[in-house]
Nanobody, 128 residues
Framework: QVQLVESGGGLVQAGGSLRLSCAAS????????MGWFRQAPGKEREFVAA????????RYADSVKGRFTISRDNAKNTLYLQMNSLNPDDTAMYYC?????????????????????WGQGTQVTVSS
């Protein structure tokens, strides 16, 4: 089975940076990629970033493009989200997710339904 564990969240001032990590274990090698999602209090879960390591493609939400970078360390089996120039609107619980071996290997989906396995989340709080 697959297990995803996020870490790296915390409290940071506006303009600061954080790097989130997602350690993966289990049968992750057949997946087409992974993604980051976030959910703020009173708001719906939203897409943040995704990586497809089959076709080597990344996608970002417009709200984070240019500020966030998604990457993967194969040796450590870990997904990262480097977050720079943080603002209070980035405050949310951040979740990493793993795609199953389904759908198209040539797409990098932004829909949560395309991701099968989820971590427990890590809280990011950005103060003004």
């Amino acid at each position: 089975q697959v297990q995803l564990v996020e870490s790296g969240g915390g409290l940071v001032q506006a303009g600061g940076s954080l790097r989130l990590s997602c350690a993966a274990s289990g049968r992750t090698f057949s997946s087409y990629g992974m993604g980051w999602f976030r959910q703020a209090p009173g708001k719906e879960r939203e897409f943040v970033a995704a990586i497809n390591w089959i076709v080597i493609n990344t996608r970002y939400a417009d709200s984070v493009k240019g500020r966030f970078t998604i990457s993967r360390d194969n040796a450590k089996n870990t997904l990262y989200l480097q977050m720079n120039s943080l603002n209070p609107d980035d405050t949310a619980m951040y979740y990493c997710a793993l795609r199953s071996n389904s759908g198209s290997a040539f797409t990098t989906p932004t829909e949560a339904l395309q991701y099968t396995y989820w971590g427990q989340g890590t809280q990011v709080t950005v103060s003004s």
